[in-house]
């Protein structure tokens, strides 16, 4: 069985769908779906089973599983960069995803988690994937610390060249509609042209970038699902990868595509950022793609054109999902 935390999620349901694309269905799904509507992005997907993410931990400290786990897709985790409760991201993000580790590395079983490019901070340091840097890089937000956290702790037991860890940058896509605010610029524009025909972006507080130049890179979850079974694939790859395009594009050339998707004239309004972001807002992201290059992937990764014409004609204008009509 693969096992799949966040198989709910956003990236997590795009990958189980992904799999049955593959004529894979031998999916455990774990997550927890509380009383939102996440529950939608699994219907229509074929899997074995669910299990909520605290009876599955169960099942690991216990070492008892009713089937036999072949890889471990840890995808499941708080990813909200405004979370304020350091101590509930530090068992959900940290000591959950060490349990989970400490297990398939004992079982020998296949461990490939998600990191972030939050943990690169300000970009100061750079957005090169080269463990030895790890300790020099500093994050912003609680949330991007917990995932550096997780980083270094793999780092520091040796067990860098057992597992796979992805830094995903920017990631949009279908399925992404429960996240709320944690939803990509791509899909908040989306409603916002439909209902006033504009799009409200942040100005910007730093001179060297002009409003709505703030670049990042931003990766369709398409290309971010192929990027990460490439190691399910590749089990003789390991260590911690950069998931994106490797191309830094702006918000301006992101809304741009968006209007040119549903046919409408560019109607940007520039408005305040929120004080409580401005210090810790990322003004460029950009991955570097070598590392991940040189251990064999070499498939095409959708720019933002081509995603962002993907995602709204084939997902949002017909308000579907990987699995199934909304209606």
């Known amino acids: 069985m693969i096992v799949v935390t966040g198989g709910a999620g956003f990236i ?14 031998k999916i455990i799904v774990v997550d927890e779906l509380g009383k939102e509507e996440k529950w939608k992005n699994l219907n229509g997907l074929k899997f074995a089973d669910f299990f ?15 089937f036999k786990v072949t890889a471990v897709i840890h995808l499941g985790a708080c990813s909200s960069t405004t979370e304020k ?54 994050p912003l937000n609680m949330y991007g610390y917990s995932k550096h956290l ?35 610029v791509v899909h908040k524009a989306f409603e916002q042209v439909r209902d006033t025909g504009k799009v409200q972006l942040f100005k910007s507080y730093k001179p060297e970038f002009k409003d709505g130049e703030q ?25 911690i990868y950069n ?3 490797g191309q830094a594009q702006s918000w301006v050339e992101l809304v741009t595509a968006l209007f040119d998707a549903v046919g409408k004239p560019v109607n940007i309004e520039f408005v ?43 997902y949002l204008l017909k308000e579907i999902y990987f699995g199934m009509s909304r209606e």
Not at 52 to 66: A, S
Request: glycine letters at 8%; charged letters at 30%; hydrophobic letters at 35%.
């Open 12 to 25: 997590g349901s795009a990958l189980v769908w992904k799999l049955n694309q593959m004529g894979k269905d």
């Open 215 to 239: 670049r990042r890179d931003f990766v369709y979850v398409k290309d971010a699902v192929d990027m990460t079974l490439h190691f399910l694939e590749h089990t003789d790859k390991n260590g």
């Open 243 to 245: 998931v994106g395009t």
């Open 52 to 66: 909520h993410k605290d009876d599955f931990m169960g099942l690991v400290l216990q070492r008892k599983f009713p």
């Open 85 to 138: 409760d350091a101590d509930f991201l530090m068992d959900n993000n940290v000591h959950y995803s060490q349990e989970l580790a400490k297990f398939c590395l004992e079982n020998g079983v296949r461990f490939i988690y998600a990191s972030s490019a939050a943990t690169y901070g300000d970009g100061s340091n750079g957005y090169n994937d080269d463990e030895s840097k790890l300790d020099i890089l500093r």
């Open 150 to 184: 997780f980083d270094i702790w793999i780092k520091r037991n040796g067990l860098i060249d057992k597992v796979v860890g992805l830094k995903y940058f920017n990631v949009y896509g279908p399925n992404e509609y429960h996240k709320e605010e944690m939803r990509s």
């Open 272 to 314: 305040d950022m929120p004080e409580v972001i401005r210090g810790k807002y990322q003004y460029f992201t950009e991955a570097n793609l070598k590392k991940i290059r040189t251990a064999g992937y070499d498939k095409h990764i959708m720019n933002v054109r081509e995603g962002v014409m993907d995602y709204v004609k084939n």
